[in-house]
């Protein structure tokens, strides 16, 4: 705690700026003391002398980010997690550029020598062997890499953005808002997600892709008017009926038909958008000019992304709207609202950025889920498709031939496992590090 002292001086009170102050200088007589830190309990002043000042270092401010990157270096599985990973994604981003610049050898070469179309064991030409039509491992596998990584990051950071956008709106608005935004959250929980990531990939996978073009501009305009008339209906309404509760029958039933007429205005609207864009002909434009020029490898890849991101983005809504509900109440929040600052900057300006480290924590924690995820598809078919490979889509290969060529398992597998268990020390050694209180070192 800090005391109330005595300059030795003069006799003025001072009062520590902080428990690790080494000088302090009176108001009254401008005279340095030395703080004797000894007996934290009852420190003492000591008049400093000529030339003591030099040979006090002065201390540096402390801030959470760099005290929380002390803890983490701290621990040594974290550490080793963050250097697996660099290296990782160092391989994957530029060594498949070196190895076919070393090699001449691609991830989809296939020799036209009838006698290398088949797998061979690991050699010091092919460090990883190659599968049944030839084709180096080691490529595939840093190339897969790049996939793999892909579908975790960008999933992730669909999520990251669907998720705290909900959950942070929720938490402030809170009332019979989060109420409704929640119990549709927990209907979406109750569906199996992998189930819904199955069902979009079915529908809008492979030759469906053409058709998803052609809804795409009416879906966008939709989604656009949605949001920009659903701000401007919440803003008339706060400002024709304003925030306070409705004390009479009455007022409660007119508060109730505007709400709803709001409601029907703006369905009414995104459907008008929609189907307008749609007369247009844009969407039917689009489909027949990219039709023969419609990729259905990285479509698959790309609607993998969406599907992902789209269905795990709940847990991370829940995880923001607890840290806002225990940070609404505030001083800085009140002190936000006295000052005029709407809803929106309260909200995206001065909560969400306070609640960023359980967000950082669980965001390394999805990863590897996504990752996961996208294995499991693979292994159904449902993943990434040829001619592209992931590491997931390799596994599953691998797993047909394990009792003949067991290297088309076993490096893809520890590959990913190794990443997975990077992420995941990671993930544990960032908790620990900006939550203090539950650190283990």
């Not at 002390?70 to 660099?86: E, S, T």
């Not at 599953?396 to 590959?415: C, E, H, R, S, Y």
Request: hydrophobic share 50%; net charge positive; proline share 4%.
């Amino acid at each position: 705690m800090l005391k109330d002292l005595s300059c030795p001086k003069c006799g003025a009170p001072i009062t520590l700026e902080n428990e690790r102050q080494k000088l302090v200088l009176c108001g009254f007589c401008n005279a340095t003391s030395i703080v004797d830190l000894e007996d934290r309990d009852h420190p003492r002043l000591t008049l400093e002398e000529s030339g003591a000042i030099d040979s006090v270092k002065p201390l540096k401010a402390a801030s959470l980010w760099g005290d929380a990157w002390k803890r983490l270096l701290k621990n040594k599985l974290a550490v080793f997690g963050l250097v697996v990973l660099a290296i990782m994604v160092l391989l994957v981003t530029i060594g498949p550029a070196i190895f076919t610049g070393l090699t001449g050898l691609t991830a989809d070469y296939i020799p036209a020598d009838g006698n290398l179309l088949k797998s061979f064991p690991p050699s010091w030409q092919h460090p990883m062997g190659t599968d049944e039509a030839g084709r180096d491992i080691f490529a595939r596998v840093l190339q897969g890499g790049r996939i793999s990584l892909a579908v975790g990051i960008i999933s992730t950071f669909v999520s990251l953005v669907v998720g705290v956008s909900y959950g942070a709106v929720a938490g402030y608005l809170g009332g019979s808002i989060d109420n409704v935004m929640m119990r549709i959250v927990d209907i979406i929980y109750a569906i199996p997600y992998i189930l819904v990531v199955i069902v979009l990939l079915s529908v809008f996978g492979g030759p469906n892709t053409q058709v998803l073009i052609q809804w795409l501009p009416s879906i966008l305009a939709g989604i656009v008017v949605g949001v920009a008339v659903m701000l401007g209906a919440f803003s008339l309404y706060r400002r024709f009926f304003g925030e306070m509760a409705a004390r009479t029958l009455g007022e409660r039933f007119l508060r109730l038909v505007a709400g709803v007429l709001m409601a029907s205005a703006v369905f009414v609207l995104i459907g008008a958008a929609a189907y307008l864009v749609g007369e247009t002909g844009i969407g039917a434009t689009l489909g027949e000019r990219y039709k023969d020029r419609v990729n259905l490898g990285l479509s698959q890849i790309f609607l993998l992304f969406f599907a992902l991101g789209l269905v795990s983005w709940l847990t991370m809504a829940r995880v923001v709207r607890g840290q806002i509900l225990s940070l609404k109440n505030q001083e800085f929040v009140l002190a936000a609202k006295a000052t005029g600052v709407s809803t929106f900057g309260i909200i995206f300006r001065h909560l969400v950025p306070n609640a960023l480290g359980p967000v950082i924590v669980y965001s390394t924690l999805t990863v590897p889920s996504v990752m996961l995820s996208e294995a499991f598809l693979s292994y159904l078919g449902l993943g990434v498709q040829a001619p592209y490979a992931s590491w997931g889509s390799l596994a599953a290969d691998g797993v047909k031939n394990i009792a003949i060529f067991p290297w088309q398992l076993i490096f893809p597998g520890v590959t990913m496992a190794l990443t997975l268990f990077s992420l995941n020390f990671l993930g544990d050694g960032l908790r620990d590090a900006l939550d203090p209180q539950t650190r283990k070192f």
